[in-house]
């Protein structure tokens, strides 16, 4: 296991032990993904995010920094059709994040795939983290993903979060995010 599924592991398990006080300051941020439905976040204050227009009832969120490139936080949320909605219960969400992730478990330092289990308020996630295992990565690109799905709602959040400097305030700022968030 990676020192970095390690650090993972360490805040869930503070996340779930710690109260709101905790948390840094945060800004509202909300966006519609479908006619009548809207997805709030609350994103931490030291970050920046925009939306794309809805499409299909699908929006996309680009999370990043405000002041540097040390990661890009991409969530997708879908309000699945009738015949997708099994993979809103949990076994459907983990399912589909242990297909994703074992696709890409061959380009990773990784040889198990491990997934974390993420309660939301609103919704139960999985998560993995893989590790690129090219020793040179070209320009722009990202040695560390960790990506997953969390039902919220109505909603299907995907979540990828890319970054070459894991650390546990962007980890911890990246699962609280997704443990708020709530479908309006």
Not at 110 to 134: I, Q
Not at 154 to 173: I, Q, V, W
């Amino acid at each position: 296991m990676t020192a970095f599924l390690f650090l993972l592991a360490g805040i869930l398990v503070t996340l779930q032990n710690t109260g709101p006080e905790a948390a840094p300051p945060e800004v509202p941020f909300e966006c519609t993904v479908a006619r009548h439905h809207r997805l709030a976040l609350l994103i931490p204050e030291p970050w920046q995010a925009a939306a794309s227009d809805p499409v299909n009832g699908a929006v996309t969120i680009r999370i990043t920094p405000k002041a540097s490139q040390d990661f890009i936080f991409l969530l997708t949320a879908v309000e699945p059709d009738k015949a997708s909605a099994k993979l809103l219960d949990e076994e459907g969400v983990k399912l589909l994040v242990t297909m994703q992730g074992t696709e890409l478990l061959p380009t990773a330092v990784e040889t198990e795939l491990k997934l974390l289990r993420v309660e939301g308020g609103a919704g139960v996630g999985y998560f993995y983290v893989l590790t690129d295992k090219r020793e040179a990565l070209p320009e722009g690109e990202y040695r560390y993903n960790c990506q997953g799905v969390m039902a919220v709602g109505k909603f299907r959040l995907s979540a990828t979060l890319l970054t070459n400097r894991p650390s546990e305030d962007l980890m911890r700022g990246f699962f609280r995010l997704l443990k708020g968030a709530t479908e309006r």
